[in-house]
């Protein structure tokens, strides 16, 4: 196994409210681990502390074998320049679509190749095609995000990230703004991108997704990764009481058919 994402004794206080308390993770070429936990457990803070949106208060994180940061009187400092070159190596999808709507859905997914890696226009067009049709959408190049369902723009934000080409992707609740009827188009593109190998990191409340795509099911409490292990373990026959209480609020692992229309 190639390890690619590798987090050591990850912290993240705001003031005095400590959001993420020692959090220690390796992550492996292809793998997809779904993160789950009750609102407030530090899921969304882990995946911004990834991708260096949150400066991590502590820790080492390192991807595809170099530290990110420069270690020096036990604090670690970083660099904008280096931070802005990570960030396009991690995708990240979010809860909101954050589409310009003054761009075609082509445009849209342009755009991240063509200003952070200054691909020429034929390779901004070719990727651009490539990753639309990817998530099904193609057809939709022309048209504008004001014109799709909710499931599509999600779509197109998710063919936006992976036209960066990153090592590794990172989804933060991407379905929980969606209408229940949207939720199952989005989780089938995630779970193509499992099956094609693709290096997911996902935080979701949709534990039928989890069940059935995830390598690896971490649950996160107080900050602390409390338990984990394949979905079996995690979500079927769980150790702790927490993850035990969590799990009771929750029905039935189903995953939502998808509409593609």
Sequence with gaps: MVEILKIEGLNKSFG???????????????????????????????????????IPSGGRITLNGSAIGTASNGSVTYSEKELTGLRARVGMVFQHFNLFPH???????MEGPKTVLK?????????????L?????GWKADSFPSQLSGGQQQRVAIARALAMEPEIMLFDEATSALDPELVGEVLLTMKEL??????????????????????????????KILEQGDPESVLINPQQ?????????????????????
């Design 16 to 54: 005095d409210l400590t959001v993420l308390d020692g959090i220690d993770l390796s992550v492996n070429k292809g793998e997809t681990i779904v993160v789950i936990g009750a609102s407030g457990s530090g899921k969304s803070t882990m995946l911004r502390c990834v991708n260096f949106m949150e």
């Design 194 to 223: 499992a099956d094609e190998g693709m290096t997911m990191l996902i935080v979701t409340h949709e534990l039928g997704f989890a069940y059935t795509v995830a390598d690896r099911v971490l649950f996160l409490a107080n900050g």
């Design 133 to 137: 049709e990817k998530v099904g959408l």
């Design 241 to 261: 009481d927490a993850t035990k209480n969590f799990l009771r609020g929750h029905g039935s692992f189903r995953l939502p058919e998808p509409n593609l229309d």
């Design 103 to 109: 761009m075609t859905v082509k445009q849209n997914v």
């Design 119 to 131: 691909c020429s226009a034929v390779e901004c067009s070719r990727r651009a095609d490539k990753y």
